[in-house]
């Protein structure tokens, strides 16, 4: 924690910038993988039922869409984390 | 602190406000639902009611949020809560389609509708991720704004400006038409009315409070639509399973829909022809067993013929696969495979982010933490009606599978003869045909007769089509079988066409009817039926109230107050704005009164066109320094290109496609273009200035600095005009 006291405004900023970007992408691949992974095997998990819905099926209208909101919330969360660390915070807060 | 609790203060109140109007809404209805069974209240009286009340209260929400101040009126005085402001942004974009015809298209597809579900839902993450904290902490007024700031110059803002103008433009011409059809259907007054009326709605609203009276209207909007949604459906499912709460039960509708497909032979399995083995499985829940077919360009074309009294040659009718030709000669080894399926579902995700009339609702919100956080909630309200619209097609599938297939069309259940007599469904047995007017056949039977398919022989002269006692016989000519029952001749007479039974092949549903319906499947009042005219009518209203303040805003501020006169006073620039808003609102009412099938293609391909343009030029504006405004333009420019080439082709022809992508996912091929060309054109030309390569430094901190953001964004401007 010491070392981002000493940093210069620039350098907290390029620091912030880089785990911002490394949490994108982590991001980015949980939605990619429930977006475009199980559609590739759809037809194969379609003979797994649960509740009813046969699997394929599930994932494209259900389980995607409660990890989008949840990555986006996680998201907004994680960076008001890392706002306060990098002593970035927005003016009226 | 002080700034603190007033903040708390007014959210607290807005919250109580929009509290105190769900419920007035909910008791409203239930008096309206007591009025109508215990006293018989006429069913006109009730649509009126609910309408006018509705209308009235986008009204007074417009005429108390009155301003003269600029910032409200272009960006609602940016003050919006992260709440608040993502229940506009789902009324925003929730439109009269996802509203109306969504379910009924997941009721068409299967599961290869659920590319619309996943798109337009996962298109926010990557707002949330990638745009909306620096849109806001950029927090001038325009998308173009942000273009043409970042890229210098106002070539890249020209250009923004007019792909946001057509883009939403022809969006906003979608909604004026879905107005026109709720009033028509519901209420009995003439489309061209309807239209009117819808729009006079609109401009109330906008005209005099903009974007803050759009914002306010459109959480009341927000809250009449998903009510209206979620009510039919929980009793339909309360109806079909017992259980309340169709989102989870409607698995038990996915297995009977297999079953009774199976049952009645829909679901069928075909082998692939490229000799892989792969199997491709028709029926609701198998995958990708959607074929290519030009049938929309045909249809479009025809009717602007019809309508202007032109002649366009259409294409010749093509569809892929096609069963009346040899395997051999049929392209269709891409047939079961998911590329169609997945590069939709991308385009869709990624117009979502690059559409303005979303992107302009994070200037709103107060702080960047407030936009992060907005994009969330923005996605769970929109989330509860695309989580929804599957179990409205499940249960219209099973219901429809269960007691309308394979029955007597003369004991089909009420509610299909009475959308039958509205032609929203279409039942294709002949026998259907009796006692018509020869001169007067439904639209499905008329091309038959004109290519000689069906031939009426009139024997008795009355001018009307006689089957009474009719038996069907067939013979052979020229090697064809033909088919005469009654008056009635021809090869499409056969066996089964005339037997009175309703096949699932002579079934044609409207996809507007799935949503529609339902409170009659379910047997639930009228009043229910109003509830959803006033929701889809708030669909179509609050989406295009979005659309007209961008367009309004991309003339008045982006042309006028940006490229032509910097120095323009703010009663000049508001004046204009509204002036545009009234001109925007009346050329749209223009183009949706012929009710040209074309612009709603055109609404499905603006996700495409987004997707290669603003997108990539947007997201290496914030994620790399190096890019420059000549690097955009040529991307832009070339991404568009690729992505109208491909639309505009497998439109036309069907046989042009790779891996069997449709027009509608275009973009998959025009993005990857725009960015390569992006890249390419920026590495050959000069470094952005320093000025611009700090602006994206600031961009990328989020502690709010909206004056320095202005005088830079004036200040380059202000250079570029001499």
Same mark, same amino acid.
């Given at each position: 924690m010491s070392d981002i006291a000493n940093m210069s405004r620039q350098e907290r900023i390029n620091a912030y910038w880089k785990e911002n970007n490394r949490l994108i992408a982590i991001l980015l691949t949980i939605w990619f993988s429930v977006a475009y992974i199980p559609p590739l095997f759809v037809n194969q998990l379609n003979q797994i039922t649960i509740a009813g819905f046969p699997l394929g099926y599930y994932f494209g209208s259900q389980i995607s869409l409660i990890v989008f909101v949840v990555l986006i919330f996680y998201y907004a969360y994680a960076m008001n984390k890392l706002d306060a660390k990098y002593h970035l915070k927005d003016r009226d807060k | 602190m002080a700034v603190n609790e007033a903040i708390k203060l007014r959210n607290n109140r807005l919250a109580q406000y929009y509290g105190m109007f769900t419920v007035g809404l909910i008791i409203f209805s239930l008096i309206m639902g007591a009025l109508e069974l215990g006293a018989g209240m006429p069913k006109a009286w009730i649509g009126w009611t609910f309408l006018m009340l509705t209308m009235g209260l986008y009204a007074f929400i417009g005429i108390m949020s009155r301003t003269k101040i600029l910032d409200e009126y272009?960006?609602?005085?940016?003050?919006? $809560?992260?709440? !608040?402001?993502?229940?506009? @942004?789902?009324? &925003? /974009?929730? +439109?009269?389609? +996802? !509203?109306? +015809?969504?379910?009924? @298209? %997941?009721?068409? %597809? #299967?599961? &290869?509708?659920?590319?619309?579900?996943?798109? /337009? @839902?996962? #298109?926010?993450v990557l707002l949330a991720l990638l745009f909306a904290p620096y849109i806001r902490k950029f927090g001038q007024y325009t998308i173009p704004d942000f273009v043409g700031t970042r890229y210098g110059g106002r070539w890249p803002r020209l250009v923004a400006a007019i792909c946001a103008i057509i883009v939403s433009l022809t969006y906003v011409t979608a909604q004026v038409v879905g107005v026109g059809i709720i009033m028509s259907r519901f209420i009995g007054v003439p489309y061209e009315w309807g239209v009117v009326i819808g729009l006079s709605g609109v401009l109330v609203c906008s005209f005099l409070g903009g974007m803050k009276a759009v914002t306010w209207t459109q959480v009341a909007q927000y809250i009449i639509l998903i009510i209206a949604y979620m009510i039919p459906v929980t009793f339909l499912s309360l109806k079909l399973t017992g259980f309340p709460i169709p989102q989870l039960s409607y698995g038990q509708a996915l297995q009977n829909i297999t079953r009774l497909e199976t049952e009645l032979k829909i679901a069928t399995e075909s082998k692939a022809r490229d000799g892989s083995g792969r199997v491709i499985q028709g029926g609701y829940v198998p995958a990708y067993n959607e074929g290519l077919s030009n049938a929309a360009a045909v249809t479009a074309i025809n009717q602007i013929n019809t309508y202007f009294g032109v002649n366009i040659t259409p294409p010749k009718a093509q569809s892929i696969p096609d069963i009346s030709k040899p395997a051999e000669e049929i392209q269709t080894d891409w047939r079961g495979t998911p590329w169609n399926f997945l590069a939709l579902t991308f385009c869709l995700m990624v117009g979502t982010a690059g559409l303005p009339h979303i992107l302009i609702r994070f200037y709103t919100v107060p702080s960047v933490r407030e936009s992060r956080l907005s994009v969330g909630w923005a996605l769970f309200f929109i989330f509860l009606l695309y989580f929804t619209a599957p179990a409205y097609a499940a249960f219209a599938r099973w219901e429809i599978l269960q007691n309308v297939v394979g029955k007597e069309i003369s004991s089909l259940p009420e509610w299909t003869q009475n959308w039958s007599r509205l032609g929203l469904i279409t039942q294709r047995d002949y026998t259907t045909l009796d006692g018509? &007017?020869? &001169? =007067?056949? $439904?639209? /499905?039977?008329? $091309?038959?007769? =004109? +290519? #000689?398919?069906?031939?009426?022989?009139?024997?008795?002269?009355? #001018? =009307?089509?006689d089957l009474a006692g009719a038996t069907f016989s067939e013979t052979e000519v020229d090697g064809k079988k033909v088919g005469t029952f009654g008056e009635l001749s021809g090869t499409v007479i056969t066996k089964t066409s005339v037997d009175g039974i309703l096949q699932f092949s002579e079934l044609n549903i409207d996809p507007d009817t799935i949503v529609l319906a339902t409170p009659e499947i379910a047997g639930l009042p009228y009043t229910v039926a109003a509830l959803i005219a006033a929701g889809g009518m708030a669909a179509a209203l609050s989406t295009a109230d979005g659309l007209l303040v961008v367009i309004s805003s991309a003339i008045a501020h982006d042309f006028y107050y940006r490229i032509i006169n910097p120095k323009a006073s703010m009663n000049t620039r508001i004046w204009l704005g509204k002036t545009m808003l009234v001109v925007a609102a009346v050329i749209a009412a223009l183009l949706a009164l012929p009710r040209l099938a074309l612009i709603a293609q055109m609404v499905a391909w603006a996700f495409s066109m987004a997707a290669s343009s603003f997108f990539p030029v947007i997201l290496l504006g914030i994620f790399w320094k190096r890019c420059n405004g000549p690097g955009a333009i040529a991307g832009m420019i070339g991404g568009l290109s690729v992505t109208l080439f491909y639309m505009y082709s497998n439109y036309v022809d069907p046989s042009f496609n790779v891996l069997g992508i449709t027009h509608l996912a275009a973009g998959i091929f025009g993005m990857p273009v725009n960015f390569l060309l992006c890249y390419i054109v920026s590495k050959l030309t000069a470094a952005p200035s320093q000025e611009i390569q700090d602006l994206v430094d600031h961009l990328r901190s989020p502690e709010l600095d909206d004056e320095l953001m202005t005088s830079i964004a004036g200040g380059k401007q202000a250079a570029g005009a001499h």
């Open positions: - | 272009y960006v609602a005085g940016r003050n919006v $809560p992260a709440v !608040f402001n993502g229940m506009a @942004t789902g009324a &925003d /974009w929730m +439109s009269a389609a +996802s !509203f109306i +015809s969504m379910a009924g @298209t %997941l009721y068409a %597809l #299967g599961y &290869d509708g659920l590319a619309y579900i996943m798109g /337009w @839902t996962g #298109g926010y018509r &007017d020869i &001169d =007067k056949l $439904p639209a /499905w039977a008329a $091309p038959q007769v =004109k +290519s #000689g398919a069906l031939v009426i022989n009139d024997a008795n002269g009355n #001018g =009307k089509i």
